[in-house]
């Protein structure tokens, strides 16, 4: 999957198969993953903010990072 990580995220939130493609994202783990999720999630509706909220929950190593302080 190529182009920026927002980009691919906003990809993979519209294709039929939202959770397959939410999975490969999660396991690629891009370092700006919590980043692009924080900035799509200020704005998705409540559907797309599960899909978003599971995202992050998966990317383990990116959501440490997300919370490290």
């Known amino acids: 999957m190529g182009g920026t990580t ?3 995220l906003g ?3 519209a294709v039929d198969d939202i959770w397959s493609a ?3 994202l ?3 783990e891009p370092a ?5 999720v924080e900035a799509r999630y200020a704005q998705a509706p409540k ?3 599960r899909h978003l909220a599971w995202l992050l ?3 383990g ?3 440490r990072r997300f919370c490290a302080c």
């Open 11 to 13: 990809a993979a939130l």
């Open 61 to 63: 190593g990116a959501i």
């Open 47 to 49: 559907g797309e903010r």
């Open 32 to 36: 700006d993953l919590p980043a692009a």
């Open 22 to 24: 939410l999975f490969v």
């Open 6 to 8: 927002r980009a691919r």
């Open 57 to 59: 929950r998966c990317a």
């Open 26 to 28: 999660a396991e690629e």
